[in-house]
């Protein structure tokens, strides 16, 4: 019977991921969907630190500043309606003070290099290969901050000079951490403010530096994020009503993927009793003095102690003390 879709068959990766892991995720909206789920399945993961950077430069300047350690430079920082903000950051990181913005940045950008220094995986979603470089410095810019486009030169970045940006933090990060190996995934978020041509031609950049990479380092490795959105799901009801980014369920359909190649046995074990755990702790009981919904406390206590020698679960178990101690 014809199956009306063509499927991608995510297959399973020679080197997968443990529950004891440590995986930091950095890029496009699409890292923050990814890692928010890591995160949300009690894995040791830090998503998207320095809030969405769209382009493969700016995700490498991020990574630079967390494996030295370094204190971003003054003339990155601007002010937009008495808000500081910096050039090679995302406009979530942001303060009412210059001070305040530094100190942020500062522990930022620590707790990255601490974290990095240990971390097994990392996952760098691209976003666009469209970049805009300032006309004072020729720097290219992570956001624009709605500042005057006159500010600022639209250019595209090539296949080689991505190739030669990710060559540069590879030696750099490989020398911090030999042991890190790393998911490159192209984000299957539109960016149609390029028109839909040049946002073609965008990821078709992307893409051929994601293969050339993949086929130059033995420990860089390709997802097909990209391609199980608009080739696997290929509907318009896999989109949200902007028609740019995946819906909640896109979204987990490729999460799933990501976990069938990724993740080892144990983990994938973990995850579905996790699963079933936030099932019992989100449920909204009709009477909770009542002698079955303090057995279903119990029950679900137990479970959570039987998790402790593998994740944290003391805020879990402190809240369903608590609801137990008020129904008492």
């Not at 068959?9 to 995986?23: E, F, K, P, Q, W």
């Not at 936030?278 to 303090?294: D, I, R, V």
């Amino acid at each position: 019977m014809n199956p009306f879709r063509t499927t991608l068959n995510a297959g399973v990766s020679t080197h997968t991921i443990s529950l004891s892991d440590r995986i930091i995720t950095l890029g496009s909206c699409f890292a923050d969907a990814i890692g928010s789920r890591m995160v949300y399945s009690k894995m040791q993961a830090l998503a998207n630190p320095f809030g969405v950077l769209y382009n493969p430069v700016s995700m490498h300047r991020a990574l630079r500043y967390s494996i030295f350690n370094e204190t971003v430079a003054d003339h990155t920082f601007l002010t937009h309606h008495d808000v500081f903000l910096s050039y090679d950051f995302h406009s979530e990181i942001s303060a009412l003070q210059k001070t305040d913005l530094q100190h942020r940045l500062t522990n930022t950008i620590g707790a990255t290099h601490h974290f990095l220094k240990d971390a097994q995986w990392i996952l760098l979603t691209y976003g666009t290969a469209w970049v805009y470089e300032r006309m004072d410095t020729g720097e290219i810019v992570a956001n624009c901050h709605k500042q005057p486009a006159a500010q600022f030169r639209k250019t595209l970045l090539s296949h080689d000079l991505i190739v030669e940006s990710f060559q540069d933090i590879y030696n750099e990060i490989k020398a911090f951490n030999p042991a890190i190996r790393i998911i490159l995934t192209v984000s299957p978020v539109r960016h149609l403010k390029d028109t839909l041509e040049l946002n073609s031609v965008s990821k078709s950049i992307l893409r051929v530096a994601c293969h050339t990479l993949q086929e130059s380092y033995l420990d860089v490795v390709y997802f097909p994020a990209y391609e199980i959105q608009l080739d696997d799901l290929r509907d318009y009801r896999f989109y949200k009503s902007d028609m740019l980014h995946p819906t909640e369920q896109a979204e987990e359909y490729i999460w799933e993927q990501f976990a069938t190649r990724y993740f080892d046995a144990p983990l994938k074990d973990f995850i579905e009793r996790w699963r079933n755990i936030q099932q019992a702790l989100h449920h909204k009981p009709f009477h909770p003095t009542s002698s079955a919904h303090q057995n279903f406390l119990k029950d679900t206590l137990r479970r959570l102690e039987e998790l402790k020698p593998l994740v944290n679960v003391d805020e879990e178990i402190a809240a369903l003390q608590r609801q137990l101690n008020a129904t008492s």
